[in-house]
């Protein structure tokens, strides 16, 4: 086709004129514009691309045979072989034509309004035929209006002006030939899909969604015909036809406006509940009967037979109430091909910005036999989201105690619950399910302290406690790491409405002078928290002077060993020892003896690598001083028997002494 048009354009050239002669009378050389036609050789099958008879008369363009239901193109070459610009008023498929529905171009997307002199423009003819003949018919006529010299035929002034031409206008004329084939056919099947629920042909329902959110409808088409389903196009809103006390309106607009003008879409329709009484009844319309200046008819969703007058949707400028939510690439020169057995998908969005019903569609511009334009109904209710109240309803079964800030202070292993009790719907609606979440993305907004595996124990109920696992199998009540915790919520009534997240805040705060907590990463591994009196590593494991799960858990809450001249305050506590994964394991003495040193150490007590597995774990060591964290180590335990010398702890002093010493066995 290149080719082809290099070739042209070179005639071109060389057609220009060359005035002179030897004579002395004055030579007047008359200038205009012209237009030449012709096709592609190669699509013609022919050895040039000549289509008319003589100069622009008695132009044929031929299809050939061409299956039903498939989009036959052939290529119109139009050039200028003048010196000045030939003026292209339309270019357009002739009503009368007898396939006039199932031909089109594409002049409008490739084309413009003028042609400069010494050049040429390609378009293409399409057809698309529904029934099978025997040899080629006569399918229909392109019609071409210019300025050019050469037109076949002459239009009226009164013609000519309404199609913006300032002098003479006139049309060439190419008729059209083809034979349809039957060779089997494409045919669509649309499913629309809104969360679960799905209708075959529509409409997509999207139920109430909330004022600040959006729904979702994936419309599904599904070749299930035997030759391709061809998608040219992909369409949102209503048309308005053309009214004699307005101006035509095309593509996606609507004749309205206090003056009768055309409004541009996308739109939907729709419409205002009156209060106590729901949504007001419908004015039909149809063909005879239209809407008040102003309004547009509009199909209902679910019976596109049923119609109604409707005022365009209010919506904030650069939005729209039904959108892509990937706009489509696919067009008449372009389409998306849908084989036989496979399906194309699209994805609609709902934003409703009132409390409103609104109705919109879908229209899908196919080849498929006597359905040429799909319609699938949209239809969604605004709707008040409900509010989510997530607060601390007990810590240890009793009153929550809260700092001067109103945020609720909790201890090492306290169980807390939470509870959305008092959320509620928007005009009364019931609140019906319950979601929380600690997860830390931006819509949600919760966090939990680096290293903590705190979870609701039910995160759909109204009310739940708070734990977490340290295995597969484990579950324990409380909060396990020091930090601040904020939990999330969302809810949802009746109307499958959900409410934004919201929030609720609490510290882990270890109320001893001296708190020392352990945590490592591998799900299955047991690793020990060791602190030894007077900080003397000989006294690993010695059952008076180390702290470990052997000697220092609590019998009926109170210390196992006597560390100090002091009572229960001076003695250490641990309080949970975790023997498959995570921890943590904390080791708290309230008030610590004077002039005493206590050695923090770690022994990894077993990697539990079976079958090959890595047994490798990250262990995290965090010292708390009065409260505050003064010490944060990690270290890599490579295999059962290592042992980590972590730091000395001076008191009265408070002072933590960092050691980090590694060995690959303990002590003795």
Same mark, same amino acid.
């Given at each position: 086709m290149q080719k082809r048009q290099l070739v042209l354009l070179s005639a071109l050239i060389a057609a220009g004129f060359t005035p002179g002669c030897g004579c002395e009378e004055e030579v007047f050389i008359k200038i205009a514009p012209r237009i030449q036609l012709e096709g592609d050789a190669a699509e013609l099958d022919q050895d040039d691309g000549s289509i008319c008879t003589d100069d622009i008369n008695g132009c044929e363009l031929h299809f050939g045979a061409v299956g039903l239901?498939?989009?036959?193109?052939?290529? @119109?070459?139009?050039?200028?072989? !003048?010196?000045?610009?030939?003026?292209?008023?339309?270019? #357009?498929?002739?009503?009368?034509?007898?396939?006039?529905?199932?031909? !089109? /171009?594409?002049?409008?997307? $490739? &084309? !413009?309004?003028? @042609?400069?002199? #010494? =050049?040429?423009?390609?378009?293409? $003819?399409?057809?698309?035929?529904? $029934?099978?003949?025997?040899?080629?018919?006569?399918?229909?006529?392109?019609?071409?209006? /210019?300025?050019?010299?050469? =037109?076949?035929? @002459?239009?009226?002034?009164?013609?000519?002006?309404?199609?913006?031409?300032? &002098?003479?206008?006139?049309?060439?004329? $190419?008729?059209?030939? &083809?034979?349809?084939?039957?060779?089997?056919?494409?045919?669509? #099947?649309?499913?629309?899909?809104? &969360?679960?629920?799905?209708w075959d042909d529509g409409p997509c329902d999207f139920g109430y969604v909330g004022l600040r959110g959006q729904g979702a409808c994936r419309v599904e088409v599904t070749n299930v015909g035997e030759r391709d389903l061809l998608l040219f196009g992909a369409e949102l809103g209503f048309r308005e036809s053309g009214r004699d006390d307005c101006q035509t309106c095309s593509g996606q607009a609507w004749c309205g406006g206090p003056n009768g003008s055309c409004v541009a879409g996308p739109f939907a329709a729709e419409e205002t509940p009156v209060v106590g009484e729901g949504f007001p009844e419908r004015n039909p319309c149809d063909e005879d009967t239209r809407c008040e200046l102003g309004q547009f008819c509009a199909s209902d969703a679910s019976n596109p037979e049923e119609r109604f007058c409707s005022s365009e949707a209010e919506v904030p400028d650069g939005m729209s109430i039904f959108a892509f939510d990937a706009e489509p690439l696919f067009s008449q020169d372009n389409p998306l091909v849908v084989s036989p057995g496979s399906s194309a998908t699209l994805t609609l969005i709902f934003k409703p910005y009132a409390l409103r019903r609104y109705t919109g569609r879908l229209a899908l511009k196919t080849n498929q036999l006597g359905q040429r334009n799909l319609a699938i109904g949209l239809i969604g209710v605004g709707h008040e989201a409900p509010t989510a109240v997530p607060e601390i309803s007990a810590v240890n079964d009793g009153d929550p105690i809260r700092d001067d800030n109103g945020t609720v202070l909790v201890a090492p292993l306290d169980t807390v619950a939470v509870t959305g009790l008092r959320s509620f719907g928007a005009n009364g609606a019931e609140i019906t399910g319950y979601e929380w979440s600690f997860e830390e993305s931006a819509d949600i907004g919760a966090f939990r302290p680096h290293g903590s595996h705190l979870m609701p124990e039910d995160a759909s109920n109204v009310t739940t406690e708070l734990g977490f696992q340290n295995n597969a199998e484990r579950w324990i009540r409380g909060v396990d790491t020091v930090g601040t915790y904020r939990i999330a919520l969302r809810v949802q009534d009746e109307h499958g409405i959900w409410s934004p997240w919201e929030t609720v805040d609490f510290t882990n705060i270890p109320g001893d002078s001296i708190h020392i907590q352990m945590t490592w990463d591998h799900p299955s591994s047991d690793v020990d928290l060791h602190v030894i009196r007077t900080g003397d590593r000989d006294l690993y494991r010695n059952r008076e002077q180390d702290c470990y799960y052997a000697s220092c858990k609590p019998v009926n809450g109170q210390p196992r060993l006597s560390w100090g001249p002091g009572g229960p305050e001076d003695d250490p506590i641990l309080d949970l020892d975790d023997v498959n994964g995570f921890g943590p394991e904390n080791i708290n003495i309230d008030q610590p003896e004077d002039n005493q040193q206590y050695l923090v150490g770690v022994h990894y007590f077993s990697d539990h690598a079976w079958n090959g597995e890595e047994g490798q774990t990250d262990c995290t060591i965090r010292i708390y001083v009065w409260e505050r964290l003064v010490f944060e180590e990690v270290m890599l335990l490579e295999e059962t028997g290592n042992w980590w010398e972590v730091a000395n702890i001076h008191w009265p002093e408070a002072h933590v002494e960092t050691i980090n010493d590694f060995y690959v066995e303990t002590p003795n």
């Open positions: 239901a498939t989009q036959g193109s052939r290529t @119109l070459l139009m050039a200028n072989p !003048s010196h000045v610009n030939l003026q292209v008023y339309d270019i #357009k498929i002739d009503a009368d034509s007898p396939e006039a529905p199932r031909l !089109s /171009t594409n002049w409008e997307s $490739v &084309g !413009s309004s003028f @042609l400069a002199g #010494k =050049s040429f423009a390609p378009f293409k $003819v399409y057809w698309i035929p529904e $029934v099978e003949t025997a040899e080629e018919v006569a399918i229909g006529t392109v019609v071409l209006v /210019t300025n050019a010299e050469n =037109s076949t035929t @002459l239009l009226d002034a009164e013609t000519c002006s309404d199609l913006g031409a300032l &002098g003479a206008c006139g049309e060439v004329r $190419v008729q059209l030939f &083809g034979r349809g084939v039957d060779n089997g056919l494409p045919e669509a #099947k649309v499913i629309a899909r809104v &969360g679960q629920d799905a």
